[in-house]
């Protein structure tokens, strides 16, 4: 690559928030006419350094110097007026106005009489002809599919005269050819001198369209490289941290006896897909036996979860349980077929803080039943206590505010509220998210031993290691298809992510 | 007109709305000999004159995500403050005029600061707003007071004439102006384009650097000037203040603008659309009184039913639109 100057530079940057260190020393530089491919982990502080940037967030120390000046732009408009331009994951324009005037508003054409409507639709046309669009802009957005918003919302990002351009995940929602047409646009940008900030989670794609990566780990800047200098192995390893050829993840074989696998599963999903969501998957899912779902950030491990318990209606394939097909349209229809489902946002959509342990841990159990099946309070002690005996939940009684219990032990009380009605299936998403390491090491326990009992169980996590080490049979995702099944015993955490990394193994 | 372009799919009700109407009054020309002249159609203008500009008023309100209930009290409180003024201390018609609207636009003012600042929500807010302005009509009279003073009856009985039979009342002409410029506004200018956005959606329209806070706040400045202008024409065709004038009126603000298209979630509608709700209301009160045999109630009946009719219209749009993609 060229010696050039670049266009935007920051350095040193340090963000606290209250009790994590966010940024540490992060930097970051981007090129004029380069596609710039942000990479890391959740959690990598990626999106700090980009609130950061763009105005959202004020850094604690560190410098940004745009052309040579410095700069500390102090919300989005001011980092706009300076010519860094954002276009966020979810498309941030009004349906219900036209396409023209999307691109336009706050900045509209004036004449004597007002807005000059005219001027505004040529100019609109002209916008979008610039990124190979050619649409009737005076039709409102909501009528076009979310990847021509997507390129309304990059015109209007760009008519400001931006020198930089920042995308956030501009691809999470669009389809494969949509994709194509983005990356196009970004062609001609990167031809007109523009530089571009691209942060997605598809591997494939930040080798499609990226000139430069930059990785982050931790809040820390991990090194930056020329794309094509960085094999995919390698990306992903400086994005985990760890030498993955030489990383020996001694797996914790236990002695367990994996069900005979003729058996038929208890749930098989066949091409079971989303459109825009999640390409179509197979998976079986067999009682007394745990299923990992392997895959970094943002390859549909979630999405996947969802669809299977009905959350997300399928588009496409077909569910059986024990041989029957079933069609599981909603939560309600996948609880009443022995399915539960203990999810990734704990707080938000997990426990009720203010209510007790016994009622957080009665509450799916109650639901079930329904309202006129009432269980007595005495009933529902001797369950809740129960729970918290097999559990191991750490509490005085079971009458304390769940919110008190650390983080751990408010999961523990997650898994009892799905364990107290019986499933026969149990997914759990990230149920390690956010706690000790030696809580992680119980709940991964206690979820052998449910497994053990006979229950059918999918497990979802970040974190490789943990997967491997619960998981009888392990499904490996990558940009929201499945690309692999691996038994557990023979996985280690080198050859799943060489299979992420595709084919290099 | 040209911006009637830009909302193409979503014209459907104000053309439905229009088709109505015409059905209505060809009812009527059909039923009654004396109902298709130019006058009867001038008088729906007439006779909702006030309403029209009230609605014109709410309909921005509405356009932003918002709700005005107020508007009725504002207007009961306006002819009050006219009609003492004029009667109890002899005031001129150009001193009491601009007052009454400064009077509106501060309770249009107190309401968009209350929600926009306090983050209240639009409901209460002018609901307060409504007994607030009902509760002080009492307290300058618990009385209807009648105006005599010769300024206001000779503007009351002023008629400009349109051609060899047909005339105009003052009231009329300041609605039809009220009207055209509220379609300026909402088309021709960077507020009115800014009050669709925020009802679109305010997230975007605040992350797309428009003056969010200013607009919200000017809409409902904007409804009280509507009220307060609405309230001087009512105390013109009623040539009396009274405490218990516009009863309810709010809610024929709401249907009108509802009728009319504007959807009331937000950021769908035009100006123009309310003309004709407007105007539908007056035709079914105009076909009420040409019968005759109708109590006026039957007016509130057919308005009941239009408004279900519309929002199941609207609904099913709606939804036809998420069904295709």
């Known amino acids: ?505 | 007109m040209k911006a009637m372009r830009y909302i193409n799919p979503r014209t459907l009700p104000l053309v439905v709305t229009t088709a109505l109407f015409i059905l209505l009054f060809g009812f009527g020309a059909v039923s009654y000999d004396a109902f298709l002249s130019p006058q009867v159609f001038v008088n729906l203008i007439i006779d909702n004159g006030f309403l029209l500009v009230v609605a014109v008023g709410m309909t921005f309100v509405i356009l932003a995500g918002g709700i005005d209930l107020s508007v009725g009290s504002v207007v009961a409180l306006s002819t009050m403050v006219t009609a003492a003024l004029v009667q109890h201390h002899h005031w001129s018609i150009w001193a009491i005029t601009p007052l009454v609207l400064i009077i509106g636009c501060a309770f249009g003012l107190l309401h968009g600061v209350l929600i926009q600042v306090f983050r209240m929500q639009p409901f209460i807010v002018t609901l307060g707003g409504m007994f607030l302005a009902r509760g002080l009509c009492y307290l300058i009279s618990i009385d209807s007071i009648s105006i005599t003073d010769p300024t206001y009856t000779a503007l009351s009985e002023y008629r400009l004439p349109l051609g060899a039979e047909t005339a105009i009342s003052l009231s009329g002409v300041i609605a039809i102006v009220t009207l055209l410029v509220g379609v300026y506004i909402a088309h021709y200018t960077r507020f009115g384009r800014t009050v669709y956005a925020i009802g679109g959606n305010e997230r975007s329209a605040l992350l797309m650097g428009l003056p969010v806070a200013r607009t919200k706040i000017l809409v409902y400045v904007l409804s009280g000037f509507c009220s307060a202008l609405g309230g001087i024409l009512v105390t013109l065709y009623m040539l009396s203040g009274y405490g218990l004038h516009a009863i309810g009126f709010e809610m024929d603000a709401i249907a009108a603008a509802v009728i009319g298209g504007t959807l009331l979630t937000g950021g769908v509608g035009f100006v123009a659309g309310t003309l004709v709700g407007v105007m539908i209301l007056g035709v079914i009160q105009s076909l009420i009184a040409f019968d005759g045999s109708l109590s006026s109630w039957w007016t509130r009946i057919a308005i009941g039913f239009l408004l279900f009719l519309f929002c199941l219209l609207q609904r099913l749009l709606e939804r036809s639109k998420l069904g295709k993609k």
């Open chain 1, 1 to 505: 690559m060229a010696e050039q100057q670049p266009i935007l530079q920051m350095q040193g940057i340090h963000k606290r928030f209250p009790g994590v260190v966010a940024l540490n020393d992060a930097q970051l530089r981007l090129f004029p006419g380069e596609v710039h491919a942000l990479m890391g982990q959740n959690g990598a502080g990626k999106s700090t350094l980009i609130k950061v940037l763009t105005g959202v967030e004020s850094c604690d120390a560190g410098s940004i110097t745009l052309a040579g000046k410095p700069i500390r732009a102090e919300s989005v408009l001011e980092a706009q007026a300076l010519g860094i331009s954002t276009v966020y994951q979810e498309v941030n324009l009004c349906l219900n106005l036209s396409v023209a005037e999307n691109i336009f508003i706050g900045r509209f054409p004036m004449s004597r009489f007002g807005i000059d409507w005219k001027t505004l639709q040529t100019k609109a046309m002209a916008a979008l002809a610039a990124l190979n669009v050619d649409i009737d802009v005076t039709l409102p957005l909501s009528s076009y599919p979310v990847a021509i918003q997507q390129m309304a919302a990059i015109a209007r990002a760009l008519s400001t005269d931006a020198q930089v351009l920042i995308l956030d995940e501009p691809t999470s929602s669009l389809d494969e050819d949509e994709v194509g047409r983005l990356f196009d646009a970004l062609r001609r940008l990167k031809a007109r001198g523009i530089a571009i900030l691209f942060v997605t989670h598809f591997l494939d794609q930040t080798y499609a369209i990226s000139d430069r990566i930059t990785v982050l780990r931790n809040g820390e800047f991990e090194g930056e490289y020329a794309a094509a200098e960085l094999p995919r192995i390698q990306l992903i390893s400086k994005m985990v941290g760890r030498d993955i050829d030489e990383a020996a993840f001694a797996r914790q074989a236990g002695a367990e006896i994996a069900p005979a696998e003729d058996e038929a599963p208890f749930l098989a999903a066949r091409g079971l897909g989303k459109l825009g969501s999640m390409r179509p998957i197979d998976l079986d899912i067999r009682a007394g036996q745990v299923l990992g779902l392997g895959g970094l950030l943002g390859s549909g491990r979630t999405e996947t979860a969802r669809m299977i318990f009905g959350i997300d209606r399928p588009d496409s394939g077909s569910t059986q349980i024990k041989g029957a097909s079933v069609n599981l349209h909603s939560p309600r229809k996948a609880i009443r077929e022995g399915l539960a489902f203990c999810s990734e946002d704990r707080k938000t959509e997990g426990i009720v803080a203010e209510l007790s342990i016994r009622e957080n841990i009665i509450l799916a159990l109650q639901a079930r039943r329904g309202v006129f099946r009432f269980l007595s309070v005495r009933q529902q002690r001797v369950i809740a206590d129960e729970y918290i005996k097999q559990l191991g939940i750490k509490t005085s009684d079971s009458e304390k505010p769940i919110g008190q219990l650390s983080g751990g032990n408010q999961q523990k009380a997650l898994l009892a509220r799905w364990l107290a009605t019986e499933p026969k299936m149990l997914i759990l998403d990230e149920p390690t998210r956010g706690i000790d390491v030696a809580a992680k090491l119980e709940i991964m326990d206690l979820v052998k031993a449910q497994c053990r009992k006979g229950l059918a169980i999918l497990f979802i996590s970040s974190e490789m290691s943990e997967v491997l080490r619960v998981s009888d049979r392990i499904a490996v995702l990558r940009d929201r298809q499945k690309i692999g099944e691996i038994a557990g015993n023979d996985a280690d955490e080198p050859g799943i992510f060489r299979m992420i990394a595709g084919g290099e193994a």
